[in-house]
């Protein structure tokens, strides 16, 4: 990531001075204090050069006076947020926006702008650019931090999306619930749709609800970190398991928050209905035929499965049964007998 002393270096100013030596001479005194400048032949090649990589514009009162100032006015209400381009106008002797209309209307129209009269010393000019360059500079650092705001904003989506975990901020004292749509699908809520705290609790388990509700102002009352597991009963009626983590922050005024995230920790193992009831008609089956599998058993074979029969010629038995079967078949019915 380029910093902002980089991108500050790299910066060149603007210099819209058509007239007399104006031009020649701001651009000797920018050399002079290590800033790179363009010098513009008119209004159009000013404006087309604004972007955010310029570090100021100079630009003189008379230049501007009767020219169509709308394409600079657009030019300057597109920054970014983080931008606030500084305009250095040179004035003739009183020409300030405190006596000067046309300089009043330059200020409401450049916003960030500085007026310097002329004749005006070296110094001064100096002065007034270094001014300039250290307020572009804070920009730059501004739009470095946003810059990286928003890069680790998108690697927590995707880690949130790849982990399948629903983010969510809670103001315990409003009960105000501010959720992702993957929270909403934890709970059996559309994405698109709404969830406010009410949703949330009308969807802990009756037996889980006191308990959730205790860490949740243990944490705020505590300051404690917000962990919990508990069961989510679904619009449909089906039960599934959430688990919970958060940490408290406190705003300027001192009102906590909960900020957190939630994720669905329903054992996938768990089998469903109807293959448990397959297990079972299956397990059942077996049962009933286990009569006529030991008529069809030799007599040794039979004898092995007794009570007193020795351990090994019963492992030799449960051999020839699971031959009976397919080995998955057999991991499911020995899971239910």
Not at 267 to 288: E, G, I, N
Not at 304 to 331: D, E, I
């Amino acid at each position: 990531m380029t910093s902002s002393g980089d991108a500050l270096a790299s910066a060149r100013a603007l210099i819209l001075t058509p007239h007399g030596r104006d031009s020649r001479l701001a651009a000797a005194l920018l050399t002079e204090v290590g800033q790179a400048s363009q010098i513009c032949d008119d209004l159009d090649a000013f404006v087309s050069g604004l972007g955010e990589d310029t570090a100021f514009g100079i630009l003189t009162e008379e230049t501007v006076r009767h020219a169509d100032l709308a394409p600079l006015l657009a030019a300057i209400s597109a920054q970014p947020n983080w931008s606030a381009l500084p305009f250095i106008v040179l004035t003739r002797h009183g020409g300030g926006p405190e006596r000067n209309p046309e300089a009043a209307r330059l200020s409401e129209i450049l916003g960030n702008v500085t007026f310097l009269e002329r004749p005006f010393h070296a110094t001064t000019f100096a002065s007034v650019v270094r001014g300039a360059r250290r307020g572009r500079e804070r920009q730059f650092e501004t739009r470095a931090a946003v810059m990286q705001l928003h890069r680790s904003d998108e690697t927590l989506r995707t880690a949130l999306m790849a982990g399948r975990l629903g983010a969510w901020e809670l103001h315990p004292a409003s009960r105000e619930l501010i959720c992702s749509p993957t929270l909403r699908t934890i709970f059996g809520r559309p994405a698109d749709g709404t969830f406010d705290f009410h949703d949330f609790v009308s969807s802990i388990h009756e037996d889980d609800l006191d308990r959730v509700m205790a860490t949740i102002e243990n944490a705020t009352i505590e300051g404690r970190d917000y962990a919990v597991e508990f069961r989510a009963v679904w619009p449909d009626g089906s039960l599934h398991w959430a688990e919970a983590h958060a940490r408290i922050q406190h705003d300027p005024d001192g009102t906590p928050r909960l900020i957190g995230v939630t994720s669905d920790v329903t054992p996938a193992s768990r089998p469903r209905p109807t293959t448990v009831s397959r297990l079972r008609s299956w397990s059942a089956a077996w049962r009933s035929a286990l009569p006529s599998w030991k008529a069809r058993m030799p007599a040794c074979s039979r004898k092995s499965v007794s009570a007193n029969a020795p351990k090994a010629s019963f492992c030799k038995a449960r051999r020839w049964r699971r031959s009976a079967s397919s080995p998955a078949a057999w991991r499911m019915i020995s899971t239910i007998c």
